[in-house]
């Protein structure tokens, strides 16, 4: 299963983007769809994820601003962000989990995007 990711870039402070994370391949089901993202120098963090019930997470330091949100008919799962904070700079990666069809049983992926960079100037 890959992943496409898009939607990052340079935004001013307070600003907003919009990141999108589709997936393709022999998808059966997905079951959980998030964003991490990684700043130079620190570990890759969960900034938000949400089950195949809707159900959803995020980090304390997005609440409020963050919102995730996936359409199950295209394997897509999005991330609007909003009121951008120096400290979301960051390379933001989408992390996809589920089963694919593979022979004549469902086989588990955990795939991950190849990452998009976000940027928040003063």
């Known amino acids: 299963v890959q992943l496409q990711a898009s939607g990052g870039g340079l935004v001013q402070a307070g600003g907003s983007l919009r990141l999108s994370c589709a997936a393709s391949?022999?998808?059966?089901?997905?079951?959980?769809m998030g964003w991490y993202r990684q700043a130079p120098g620190k570990q890759r963090e969960l900034v938000a994820d949400?089950?195949?019930?809707?159900?959803?997470r995020y980090a304390d330091s997005v609440t409020g601003r963050f919102t995730i949100a996936r359409d199950n008919a295209k394997n897509t799962v999005y991330l609007q962000t909003n009121s951008l904070k120096l400290e979301d700079t960051a390379v933001y990666y989408c992390n996809v989990y589920g089963t694919m069809v593979s022979g004549s049983y469902p086989e588990v992926f955990d795939s991950w995007g190849q990452g998009t960079l976000v940027t928040v100037s003063s």
């Open positions: 391949g022999s998808i059966f089901r997905i079951s959980n």
């Open positions: 949400i089950g195949s019930l809707g159900n959803t």
